[in-house]
C-alpha cells in the first residue's frame, strides 16, 4: 500500500529564509504532484513531476524528485507572506489514482 | 477555459436527510474524482470514474455513499442518512488520465461545504 509522507506538518519561517519541505513515499512511482490549498478554498496545481531527476520552478519554488530515494523536495527560496498555504505532495499509485500526504502548513511571518 | 464547477458550494442539512453533490469536469477530461477533506485534515479519495469503465469505489467509507456519472460527464455524490460525521468539505477533480499530455494531474472544484447537524 502506497504511503506519502511529508515534513514538516507545520512550518512557521521569517520572511526572507529558505526552506525545504519533505516528501517521502513508500512504493515504486515516477509522478508526483505538488498542490497548494489557501484556507477555505480547493486545491491549485504547483508542480507535475513526471520522471526521476525532474526539476520544475516557478518563482520562489521549485520541486525537484527522485524516485529511487523515493523522495521529493519543495523548496521556498527568499519566502514572501504570500506563499503562506498548505502544500500536498501527491503521488501516483500507477492507476490513474493518486496518494496524498497530509499537507504542511506553511505560515510565513512579515 | 472553464474549470471544474461544483455546487451547491455550501450545505446545511439536518442528520438523517439525504443529499446530493453536484460535480461538473473540465470538458474532456475523461477522468473524474471525489475526495473529502475534515477540517484541517489532508484528502480522503472515495471514489474515481474513468471513461466508460466501472467505478473504483474504493473510497467510500460506507454503503450510506454512492455515485454516479452521468453520460461521460457530470457527476453526483449522494449521501444517504447523513450522520454528522459526514461533515466535510466534498472535493472534485477531473483530469485526462494518464495518457494525457499533463500525466494525470488532476484539477480541483471550488468544493461542497457540507455541515450536518
Known amino acids: 500500500e502506497l504511503k506519502v509522507e511529508q515534513n514538516p506538518l507545520f512550518l512557521s519561517m521569517q520572511e526572507g529564509k529558505n526552506y525545504t519541505i519533505y516528501c517521502n513515499y513508500s512504493?515504486?512511482?515516477?509522478?508526483l504532484y505538488w498542490y497548494r490549498q489557501d484556507p477555505g478554498k480547493s486545491l491549485e496545481s504547483l508542480f507535475v513531476?513526471?520522471?526521476?531527476?525532474a526539476v520544475k520552478q516557478e518563482g520562489r519554488l521549485m520541486a525537484s524528485l527522485d524516485t529511487k530515494a523515493r523522495l521529493s523536495t519543495l523548496h521556498i527560496t527568499a519566502a514572501v507572506h504570500d506563499l503562506s498555504a498548505t502544500y500536498f505532495c501527491?503521488?501516483?499509485?500507477?492507476?490513474?489514482?493518486?496518494?496524498f500526504g497530509k499537507g504542511t502548513r506553511l505560515h510565513i511571518l512579515p | 477555459g472553464a474549470g471544474v464547477s461544483q455546487s451547491p458550494s455550501n450545505k446545511v442539512t439536518e442528520k438523517g436527510k439525504d443529499v446530493e453533490l453536484r460535480c461538473d469536469p473540465i470538458?474532456?477530461?475523461?477522468?473524474l474524482y471525489w475526495y473529502r477533506q475534515s477540517l484541517g485534515q489532508g484528502l480522503e479519495f472515495l471514489i474515481y470514474?474513468?471513461?466508460?469503465?466501472?467505478?473504483?469505489k474504493s473510497g467510500l467509507p460506507s454503503d450510506r455513499f454512492s455515485a454516479e456519472r452521468t453520460g461521460g460527464s457530470v457527476s453526483t455524490l449522494t449521501i444517504q442518512r447523513t450522520q454528522q460525521e459526514d461533515s466535510a468539505v466534498y472535493l472534485c477533480?477531473?483530469?485526462?488520465?494518464?495518457?494525457?499530455?499533463?500525466?494525470?494531474?488532476?484539477?480541483f472544484g471550488p468544493g461542497t461545504r457540507l455541515t450536518v447537524l
Open positions: 470514474f474513468q471513461g466508460n469503465s466501472a467505478p473504483d
Open positions: 477533480a477531473s483530469s485526462l488520465g494518464l495518457a494525457g499530455a499533463s500525466g494525470g494531474e488532476q484539477f
Open positions: 501527491a503521488v501516483d499509485r500507477g492507476d490513474d489514482k493518486i496518494i
Open positions: 513531476l513526471l520522471s526521476n531527476g
Open positions: 470538458s474532456g477530461h475523461t477522468a
Open positions: 512504493t515504486t512511482s515516477d509522478r
